[in-house]
C-alpha cells in the first residue's frame, strides 16, 4: 500500500488549495482515511477524517467552514479542498489511511510522505 499526496504549494492569505491522496493496492481496503498537519516545532495534528463511503466527516475546530474532506472510492483518492487559508494554515499535510488486506484481513495504518502546505500573509 502506498499514499501520495500532492497539491500542496505556496499561497497567499485568502486563497485556496486542493490537496489530493492518490492510495494504492488493489487488494486492499480503506476505511477512515484523514488529513494530517505537523507545523515546525509542533505535533503532528488531525485535521479531517472522512468514513469509508464518505457518509461522516469531522473537522477540527480551526478548520471548520473553509477545509472539506472528500474521497472517490472508484479512483481511491481523498481530497481537501483548502479553502480561506491563513498564515498558521502552513504545515506538512499527510495523508493516512485504515483499512486491512480482503484476502487476510490483516489491517494496516499507512502514511504519505507529506505535502508542503505555505501560506503568507
Known amino acids: 500500500v502506498q499514499l501520495v499526496e500532492s497539491g500542496g504549494g505556496l499561497v497567499q492569505a485568502g486563497n485556496s488549495l486542493r490537496l489530493s491522496c492518490a492510495a494504492s493496492?488493489?487488494?486492499?481496503?480503506?476505511?477512515?482515511m484523514g488529513w494530517y498537519r505537523q507545523a515546525p516545532g509542533k505535533q503532528r495534528e488531525l485535521v479531517a477524517v472522512?468514513?469509508?463511503?464518505?457518509?461522516?466527516?469531522n473537522y477540527a475546530d480551526s478548520v471548520k467552514g473553509r477545509f472539506i474532506i472528500s474521497r472517490d472510492n472508484a479512483k481511491n483518492t481523498m481530497y481537501l479542498q483548502m479553502n480561506s487559508l491563513k498564515p498558521e494554515d502552513t504545515a506538512v499535510y499527510y495523508c493516512?489511511?485504515?483499512?486491512?488486506?480482503?484476502?487476510?484481513?490483516?489491517?494496516?495504518?499507512?502514511w504519505g510522505q507529506g505535502t508542503q502546505v505555505t501560506v503568507s500573509s
Open positions: 472522512i468514513t469509508s463511503r464518505g457518509g461522516s466527516t
Open positions: 493496492g488493489s487488494t486492499f481496503r480503506f476505511n477512515t
Open positions: 493516512n489511511a485504515q483499512g486491512f488486506e480482503v484476502k487476510t484481513f490483516i489491517i494496516g495504518d499507512y
